[in-house]
């Protein structure tokens, strides 16, 4: 089955079970998300992260 056939699928179904099928893709296929924004949470997750405040009015640490 292409694609397109899916889509063609997807639009016929009921509001009701498009979004069960949207929900599926969000859970289940996280392809749609950028590298960058899963490095920043992994980042984010170990620590590694500055309060922006900080970021934006301090001087960053060896640039004195």
Known sequence: MSATEII???KALPANERAQVAKFVVENDDS???E???QGMADAEA????DLDIA???PYPGDQ
């Open 36 to 38: 960058s924004f899963r």
């Open 56 to 58: 934006l009015n301090e």
């Open 32 to 34: 749609w998300i950028p």
């Open 47 to 50: 620590g590694r992260f500055v």
């Open 8 to 10: 063609e699928q997807f």
